[in-house]
């Protein structure tokens, strides 16, 4: 398992961390934001294909800003699956 973490920009939320193993998301947490929505997602995207998740976020917005806490994710994956591959440990 690889873990990953992501400091989001212009969002309520601080921080997203998740892991990736056997190409799957595991362990998706916020830090800050609204914690019934974040929760929510990282319990809908468990186990779930990381570049589908990616695509299927990128570009949600909040109302007036130009990104969300979903959109932010996006990006942590995208910037996750961009990285050279890191060996698995399990």
């Known amino acids: 398992m690889v873990s990953y973490s ?3 920009q212009n969002v309520c939320s601080q921080h997203i ?3 990736l193993k056997k190409g799957k998301l595991h362990n998706i947490k916020f830090v800050g934001g609204c914690p019934g ?9 468990e186990g779930a294909d990381p570049k589908k998740t990616a695509d ?4 949600n917005l909040c109302p ?16 996750a ?10």
């Open 6 to 8: 992501y400091a989001p």
């Open 17 to 19: 961390s998740f892991e």
């Open 37 to 45: 929505n974040l929760a929510a997602i990282s319990k809908l995207l």
């Open 56 to 59: 299927l976020l990128r570009g």
């Open 64 to 79: 007036g800003k130009p990104t969300s806490c979903a959109d932010q994710f996006a990006r942590a994956i995208d910037n």
């Open 81 to 90: 699956l961009a990285e050279p591959k890191k060996i698995e440990n399990s």
